[in-house]
């Protein structure tokens, strides 16, 4: 391929995409599966103390970003090198300090070293004004996705022997991370360094709403479609086991047949979002996102809750390089890692709205009602993209 092989031959392209997998497997490890087992089993604190220093890493990172874009566009590589070293303080003080307080502090600084870090990698790899964008977008997307989940699962088997074993693995691939950032990539300041003017989210989405196609469109639809998916993130498990049937194993080999089913679609989509219409792919993706989870309640058995997954994976993968290509459109090449952190912000607020939804829906009509909810509104998306004029309206690009 020639987007990934143009990133394997560019020092700085290749650092950025280095950098995103370590930062994304530590994390995902650290987080996802190290550390409530770590606060439990070895620290003997409470299970809801290792949740709130989970959540509170993701919203510190959540509501930081933009400022950390802001940045990034002012000052360039030296904010992602101290992000970096501040997420390794961070891990070294949660290692050596053992307290509830000091892992909720830990993990909240934690989430802002890495709030630089996904700005970077897609403002640098991915440009906005760049022709094959959403080729090299799928690239970036399955970095991201093969970090992420690649990280949860093996840190499970050097947990089985030895958690110092595996906290210190962590620091040194976090460390690898910070050599790569040092040896790879440019760190001198950006000219804007100086300017004085600073950084408010409401300002940034404000100005960016004096445009009416922002607001009608690109708002909530980046709101929408993460708090879809965000409905399902505290059911899916409870509905594996009572409802499919599916034993913990059986439900770590359905997570881990869509996220291959994503990883794999995502460079091939990539190419195709370049070279399709937005509106085809976009309401193809999220029309057979909505078939997928309508379906789910009709599989009996395993292998057909594995084909279900792999299908959302795959639609999964049709979508995302098509929805950045259209949030790309207006984000100022100027200004893109202010721009992609804002994106990120709200997003990030419909993260945290669904998983809330879901559960009062689930509690009030039952599991299956989320279930149908998601896939309504997914279905809703989907023919929205396919009807409306997304081509014409974004012919010109916007600014922000």
């Known amino acids: 391929m020639h987007e990934l092989k143009a990133i394997l031959t560019s020092k700085r392209e290749l650092g950025l995409i280095l950098v995103l997998f370590f930062m994304e497997f530590t994390r995902g490890a650290f987080f996802l599966t190290f550390l409530p087992l770590y606060a439990v089993n070895y620290l003997s604190i409470s299970v809801a103390a290792a949740g709130l220093a989970v959540s509170a890493h993701y919203l510190v990172e959540t509501l930081f970003k933009g400022a950390a874009g802001w940045q990034l566009d002012r000052r360039g590589y030296p904010v992602l090198l101290a992000g970096l070293l501040l997420g390794l303080g961070s891990l070294l003080l949660m290692k050596f300090y053992h307290s509830p307080a000091v892992l909720l502090i830990g993990s909240a600084f934690f989430g802002l070293g890495v709030s630089p870090v996904w700005l970077a990698v897609i403002s640098g790899v991915a440009p906005v004004q760049l022709k094959e964008r959403a080729a090299r977008m799928g690239i970036v997307f399955a970095v991201w996705l093969l970090g992420g989940g690649g990280g949860p ?182 200004r893109q890692a202010t721009g992609w952190g804002v994106f990120s912000t709200i997003e990030g607020m419909g993260i945290a709205v669904g998983p809330a939804l879901g559960g009062i829906v689930a509690k009030s009509f039952g599991i299956p009602a989320a279930l149908f909810l998601s896939a309504v509104l997914l279905a809703c998306m989907s023919l929205f993209y396919f009807f409306y004029p997304i081509e014409k309206i974004f012919t010109h690009r916007l600014t922000t």
């Open 153 to 334: 699962v093996v840190i499970n088997f050097l947990i089985a022997r030895d958690y110092n074993l595996a906290f210190w693995l962590l620091i040194a691939l976090w460390g690898c991370a910070l050599a790569v950032t040092l040896l790879l990539l440019p760190l001198m300041g950006n000219q804007k360094a100086n300017e004085s003017s600073g950084f408010s989210f409401w300002a940034e989405v404000s100005k960016m709403a004096e445009n009416q196609t922002f607001k009608k469109i690109l708002l909530p639809g980046m709101f929408l479609q993460t708090m879809t998916g965000g409905l399902l993130l505290p059911l899916l498990p409870l509905y594996a086991q009572n409802n499919l049937g599916l034993t913990p194993n059986q439900y770590g080999l359905l997570l881990l047949i869509g996220g291959a089913a994503a990883a794999i679609s995502f460079l091939p989509m990539g190419r195709l979002a370049d070279r399709v219409s937005l509106k085809t792919l976009l309401g193809t993706g999220f029309g057979m996102s909505a078939i997928s989870l309508a379906l789910f309640p009709t599989a009996h058995d395993a292998a057909a809750a594995y084909f279900m997954a792999a299908l959302v994976g795959f639609s999964y993968a049709m979508v995302l390089p098509s929805w950045n290509n259209l949030l790309a459109k207006a984000i100022s090449p100027e």
